[in-house]
């Protein structure tokens, strides 16, 4: 088992209630971010959306695919989104919405573990490898978000 925990922060010319809209139909993503193969709703979740399940299918910069489910465990509308991955990662993972005037900034913090033997065996020589493609799938959804809102995007970094 290797843990992960990456942190990325995307910056958008856009309001935070659009971007939250945007961010909380997971279902959608596919549409605009290339990474997401796939995602399918399993449950519904209550009226705010915790307890609602998503399994998503993503494609690495590496090739490999991973899949896992994602029980959406805490909302607060348009701040917060928090959920719980179950599958070849498991953790959490935690978007936070910032306004800044006509900027919304977004924070999404991923703290994983990997269940794919092969990854866990490799990782010791190919860790900076899983970071790397990581980010550039990350950088592909800020690239993907931002034109999704006919937005601009102001930054996109990773700590």
């Known amino acids: 088992m290797t843990r992960y925990h990456f942190v990325t922060t995307w910056r ?15 279902h959608r993503w596919p549409a605009w971010w290339p990474s997401v193969t796939a995602v399918e709703q399993l449950a519904p979740g209550d ?21 896992f489910d994602i029980r959406v465990t805490r909302v607060e509308s348009p701040w917060l989104i928090e959920g719980e991955a179950s599958g070849d990662v498991q953790g959490i993972g935690r978007w936070r919405l910032i306004e800044e005037g ?35 799938v990350m950088r592909d959804g800020a690239v993907g978000l931002a ?4 937005a601009r995007l102001l930054a996109a970094a990773h700590d």
């Open 102 to 136: 006509a900027v919304t900034q977004v924070r999404y913090e991923w703290r994983v573990f990997t269940t794919r033997r092969w990854m866990n065996l490799i990782a010791p020589v190919a860790r900076p490898l899983f970071a790397w493609s990581h980010h550039a």
């Open 47 to 67: 009226e705010r959306g915790v307890g609602r399940v998503y399994r998503y299918v993503w494609k690495s910069r590496l090739g490999y695919r991973l899949r």
């Open 147 to 150: 034109r999704r809102l006919g």
């Open 12 to 26: 958008f010319e856009a309001p935070i209630e659009e971007v939250y809209r945007v961010l909380s139909e997971a």
